[in-house]
Each structure stands twice: as structure tokens, then as C-alpha cells.
């Protein structure tokens, strides 16, 4: 993604007009990282217009995907619990927005882990991120790990991955180890998947 | 809250008082029979008379299946809790609790448990006389360690342990067979284990009763001191297959390094009758490392077939 001669500032009034934009900002060859997040940001959350995508699940945070971009990116909307977290993971070489629409969401940097190495991962930065706040990540950014901390309120984020990925690397923070994983949807669409 | 509340919404199924500022939830409430969700989180609640007195006997005593009680003032749990029978999904996410009441095993129904950030220490044995609990959350406390007796949670499916004072876990929690989700992050597990040392010789009593249990003396209630008969019943089974032992208090701990599905090194805790005894499928051998070398291949194996995301890193 580079910066195109002039930055347009989007409004987006509502989640339709927000991915009405966005599939016209992926239309084209070149894409702004700060385009879209300031779109991402503009958007003012209405939980009406989302509601129907926030399944939750009592076990653990739920992937809901809501438009897949024409192949350029994917939208989906993750719902969690409280005290609900991810494990430590990348982005698979892809852009990855990250708003929060309800309540809070703590993200904290890591490190690259060295390639042969067998020690705690390094902490580079955490912040908590608040309602309409946007966050972007890429694989030269770093790693992070996404966590409710409420253990009384529960969050709603909308992510957008450009291009779409299925799969991604978990870390151990205590070494540093990756797994790869497979994600899948709890819903699409706003229809419960079966898996 | 008003007083007539049961005589003008004698229907009521779910009321949300959340976040009003509440001190304690009154009589009001216990005249709503069909009452099953009650959600007082942010609140003030907290001190004596924080539920209403003769709970356990009112209509909403039996209606009462989810109560999310998070974000408030309590030091304990309050002891009027445990007349709800019929309770499913109980919260205190958030308050001040320090521990957990034995008495916890009275609420038979209960299938969701959220205690995290809360100051719990320990946990109660009885809290595995649940037989219904699905999901357990104890993240954000200050616990050093986990009582066996958990693995006797059948139906558990997650249990969140992060953010803990754990050192290591009992061997036990292999036991799980349904566990799918278990969080470990922020804990001081060891990496390393210097096998305990001072190994103190079990006393003649000990040995009296590992020689009853081991070789099957047969005895009746009447044939001992009470004091006795109990002691005998508290015998632990070696579980070094080449041993079929028993001990009492004299044990020597091992912890065992087990790989779950080739990513995390989980240390489990053994507790074996002696030292020449050694953990299932070991040599016997006094390093640490040359342990985790000869892991269980059976164990963790089947154990990682199961706990399909354990949430260590």
C-alpha cells in the first residue's frame, strides 16, 4: 500500500456506507494504510447496524465475517467475553485493521522471536484500545496478543485483513515457539457456521 | 428497589439492575417466581444484607438460574448464595474475594463459574463436587496451586487459569477428558525442576498403613480407633505402575515436563511413595531433564488429542 497523491477523508455514517467505501478504496491498484484507518475510525459505532453479526460463544472470542471485500479483504466483526483473549499471533504477511466497537480491548506488542531461540518473548508496548478506536498491525510492526481484561463488560471489534488470510502462527511467549493455525468463522454473514 | 415489584410484574423473567448504584437487592425480589436472570454487576453491593434474607425458601430461591453479580464490593461470597439450587451461571468477576467457600458444592446445577479478578489464594476441593460445570474462569487471582481433586470435573470445558501464582499443575489435570481450552499465560511455571531432596522417612504409622493397604489386611470399622479407620482412608496410590503402592503424608514430588501437541511444556506435578519409585514410563533417573526427555509418549499424546488449544504464550 502506498500514499496516493491526494488523501481523500472519508466519512462513513453508517456500517453499509463504511463497506460500500471500502470496496471502493480496494478497487483500485494503490491503497493508503492511513486512508483506511481514518475511514475504519470516522465510522461512529451503532450497535443496531452490527448487532445481528455479534454472536457470542461462552467459551471463547468468535470470528463473525460480514463482507469478503471481493477477494480483497475480509470484514468480520469478533465478540468477546469477558476475560476472553487471543494467543499470540501474526498477520501472514497482511494488513490487519482492528476498531473497537463496544467496550475495550487491551493489545500488546511482541517481538519477532529469533529463529533458534528458546527464550521469553520481549514485550514491546501494550495499550488499551477504547470505543471507535482503530489500531493496525502488519508482520514488520510485530506480533500482539488481543485481550478482554473486563471480567463485568463484554467487547465487540470490527477487523479488517487485507488480503484475506485463513491461517496464522501462534507463539509461545514463554519460548517463542510458533504453531501454524487454521481460523475459521463462527458465523458469516450473520448465519451460525457449522464446523 | 420499589416494593410492589412482584405485584406489578409478577411475570418478570430477566431484570437488569446493573450499574445503578445498589447497596443491597431487597425482599422485593423473592416474590418473583418466575424470575431466572438477575444481572446486578457494577453495583454497590457487597456488605451484610447484599441479598435478601430467606432466599432459599422464596419463589426466587428455585426460579434462579443465571446470577451475574460482577463489578461489585464482595469480600466473600455470601453464604444466602448457596440456597439457589437451581443456579446455572454465577458471576463475581471483579469484586474483592479472597477465597471460596467449601460450601461452593451446594450449587448443584451450576454449569458456568466467572471468578476472575478477583484476590482467591487457593481453591477449595469441594469446588470439583460440580458435576454440571462446563466453564471455569479463576484468571486474574493470586493462585499457587490446584487441588487434584479438580480432574473430577467431568463436564469441565474451559478453564481459565491465567494471570495466576502458578508454579506447576497436578498430573491429574490430564484426567480431563472434555477440557478444550485451558489458559496458563502469566504464570510463574517452573521450566526446571531440582527434585526435591529432603525426602523425610515416612513414620511407623505411615508404614503401618502402606503395609495394611499393600498387602490387603482386611479390617471392620469396629476393629479400629476412628481416628485410624479415617487415616486409612485417605491412602493415594502410587501411580509408578511398577510400584502398586500407597502412601499417606510421606511422598517425594517429581514434576514431569509434558509436551502438548509438540508446543508447550506443561510441568505436572507426580507425588510418588518413595524415591526409588519413578512416574509412569520413566527411567529412574534424579535429573530433571533426562525426565522431560522420557515423557509419557501415552500420556500426552492422548492428552493433547483433547486439549485442542491450550493457551500458554
Redesign the interface.
Known amino acids: 500500500m502506498e500514499q496516493p497523491m491526494q488523501t481523500e477523508m472519508w466519512k462513513a455514517e453508517s456500517l453499509e456506507e463504511l463497506i460500500r467505501i471500502l470496496h471502493r478504496i480496494f478497487a483500485e491498484d494503490k491503497v493508503s494504510v492511513e486512508e483506511v484507518q481514518a475511514l475504519m475510525e470516522s465510522y461512529e459505532s451503532n450497535p443496531e447496524e452490527w448487532l445481528q453479526y455479534a454472536k457470542f460463544d ?3 472470542y468468535t470470528r463473525n465475517l460480514v463482507d469478503s471485500g471481493n477477494g480483497k479483504f475480509n470484514l468480520m466483526i469478533l465478540c468477546w467475553g ?2 476472553h ?1 487471543s ?2 499471533h501474526d498477520h501472514t504477511d497482511s494488513h490487519c485493521f482492528m476498531k473497537i466497537l463496544q467496550g475495550n480491548l487491551k493489545e500488546t506488542l511482541f517481538e519477532w522471536p529469533e529463529k533458534k531461540g528458546n527464550d521469553e ?1 520481549i514485550k514491546k508496548s501494550e495499550r488499551i484500545l477504547r470505543e471507535n478506536q482503530c489500531a493496525y498491525i502488519n508482520d514488520s510492526i510485530g506480533l500482539h496478543r488481543v485481550e478482554n ?4 463488560e463484554t467487547a465487540v471489534s470490527l477487523h479488517l485483513y487485507s488480503p484475506p488470510f485463513d491461517s496464522c502462527n ?6 517463542g ?1 510458533k ?1 501454524k493455525v487454521k481460523m475459521t468463522f463462527y458465523s458469516e454473514f450473520g448465519e451460525r457456521t457449522h464446523c | 428497589l420499589p416494593a410492589g415489584l412482584s405485584q406489578w410484574f409478577p411475570a418478570l423473567e430477566v431484570l437488569d439492575v446493573s450499574g445503578t448504584g445498589l447497596a443491597e437487592l431487597g425482599a422485593e425480589l423473592l416474590a418473583l417466581p418466575c424470575l431466572h436472570t438477575l444481572l446486578a ?2 453495583n454497590r453491593l457487597g456488605g451484610p444484607g447484599s441479598l435478601p434474607k430467606g432466599l432459599g425458601q422464596a419463589a426466587l430461591g428455585r426460579s434462579l438460574r443465571v446470577l451475574n453479580l ?2 461489585n464490593r464482595f469480600l466473600e461470597m455470601p453464604p444466602a448464595l448457596f440456597a439457589l439450587r437451581g443456579l446455572r451461571s454465577l ?1 463475581l ?2 469484586n474483592r474475594l479472597h477465597g471460596i467457600p467449601p460450601d461452593i458444592q451446594e450449587l448443584r446445577s451450576l454449569e ?1 463459574l ?1 471468578l ?2 478477583n484476590f482467591i489464594t487457593s481453591i477449595p476441593p469441594e469446588l470439583a463436587n460440580l458435576p454440571s460445570l462446563s ?1 471455569l ?1 479463576l ?2 487471582n493470586k493462585i499457587q496451586s490446584i487441588p487434584p481433586q479438580l480432574a473430577q470435573l467431568h463436564s469441565l ?2 478453564l ?1 487459569l ?1 494471570n495466576n501464582l502458578l508454579t506447576y499443575l497436578p498430573r491429574e489435570i490430564l484426567n480431563l477428558v472434555h477440557l ?2 485451558l ?1 496458563l ?1 502469566g504464570n510463574p ?1 517452573v ?1 526446571r525442576f531440582v527434585r526435591d531432596l529432603t525426602y523425610n522417612p515416612p513414620s511407623l504409622l505411615e508404614l503401618a498403613g502402606r503395609t495394611i493397604k499393600t498387602r490387603n489386611v482386611g479390617y471392620a470399622p469396629s476393629d479400629l480407633p476412628e481416628s485410624l479407620v479415617r487415616y486409612l482412608s485417605l491412602a493415594s496410590n502410587c501411580p509408578n505402575p511398577k510400584c502398586g503402592g500407597v502412601y499417606f503424608d510421606s511422598c517425594v514430588r517429581q514434576i514431569k515436563f509434558v509436551d502438548f ?4 511444556r506443561l510441568p505436572l506435578m507426580h507425588y510418588l511413595c518413595s524415591p526409588e519409585c519413578s512416574s509412569p514410563c520413566s527411567s529412574a533417573s534424579q535429573s530433571s531433564t533426562s525426565q522431560s526427555e522420557s515423557d509419557s509418549e501415552d500420556e500426552a499424546s492422548v492428552a493433547a488429542r483433547r486439549m485442542q ?1 491450550v ?3
Open positions: 461462552q467459551y471463547r469477558e476475560g483473549g494467543s499470540i518473548m481484561i473486563s471480567h463485568t501462534t507463539f509461545d511467549q514463554r519460548t515457539h504453531h | 454487576k457494577n460482577s463489578g458471576s468477576g471483579g458456568f466467572y476472575g479478578g466453564y474462569v484468571c486474574d470445558r474451559s481459565s491465567h478444550e481450552e489458559s499465560r511455571l521450566v501437541c509438540g508446543k508447550y488449544k493457551l500458554l504464550g
